[in-house]
Nanobody, 124 residues
Framework: QEQLVESGGGLVQPGGSMRLSCAAS????????IGWFRQAPGKEREGVAS?????FYADSVKGRFTISRDYAKNAVYLEMNNLKPEDTAVYFC????????????????????WGQGTQVTVSS
């Protein structure tokens, strides 16, 4: 059983920064790809950033967000800088252990293991 647990969300002001954490355990430790996705009310879930042997970023966050890993702690992080109101969403950590998932690194439809999500609200 895969287990992914996100933390670090909350309320931040526009232009501020925040770091999200994802702790992996169980079968999630054997992932082929792991990444971050987000979903705002009334919108489809979208890919934000992911890591296989390379990093991938959505155009909307490239240059502002950075995905990183701490293998010793089995953790993945998302550093978010210069946050904008449009970044407001529930952020999910997701992983998959299938090779095909690496061909679609920002497509939520190819990720099978998901955390419960953490709310990020960017507002004055």
């Amino acid at each position: 059983q895969e287990q992914l647990v996100e933390s670090g969300g909350g309320l931040v002001q526009p232009g501020g920064s925040m770091r999200l954490s994802c702790a992996a355990s169980g079968a999630a430790l054997d992932y082929t790809i792991i990444g971050w996705f987000r979903q705002a009310p009334g919108k489809e879930r979208e890919g934000v950033a992911s890591f296989t042997g390379r990093t991938f970023y959505a155009d909307s966050v490239k240059g502002r967000f950075t995905i990183s890993r701490d293998y010793a702690k089995n953790a993945v992080y998302l550093e978010m800088n210069n946050l904008k109101p449009e970044d407001t969403a529930v952020y999910f950590c997701a992983a998959d252990n299938r090779v095909i998932a690496t061909m679609f690194p920002l497509d939520p439809g190819h990720f099978g293991s998901w955390g419960q999500g953490t709310q990020v609200t960017v507002s004055s």
